[in-house]
């Protein structure tokens, strides 16, 4: 199955030279560095809300989908980090930062 949209982190501004971890629409977490499937969980679609918690302290990503929190997060990644995106086709996507309550 093709991933047609994933959202994650990339450790530079340039794609092509970057680490990329992500969630993938067909349900893969796929790390871009390794060419690898690290695990495998329910996809995602239209109007579902995924919510990434970045720490940068422990250098974790771990994801929620709908509110319920998926069990698998990135761990060791770099220090410096950007969001990524992308689509295959016109999704409407917002990111925003997340105070705590």
């Known amino acids: 199955m093709e991933r047609d949209c994933f959202i994650g982190v990339c450790d530079g501004v340039n794609a092509e ?3 990329i971890w992500a969630y993938c629409s ?3 977490f796929y790390d871009y560095n390794k060419n690898n499937i690290c695990f ?3 996809g995602f679609m239209i109007d579902d809300v995924i919510t990434l918690r ?3 302290f422990n ?3 771990g994801y929620s989908k709908n509110g319920s929190e998926i069990d698998f997060q990135w761990t060791q990644l770099s220090d410096k980090l950007f969001p990524v995106v992308s689509s295959k086709y016109a999704y409407n996507t917002r990111i925003c930062s997340h ?3």
């Open 54 to 56: 970045l720490n940068m």
């Open 59 to 61: 250098h974790t990503l």
């Open 40 to 42: 495998t969980c329910e």
């Open 26 to 28: 067909n349900g893969r």
């Open 99 to 101: 105070d705590k309550p």
């Open 17 to 19: 030279n970057s680490k």
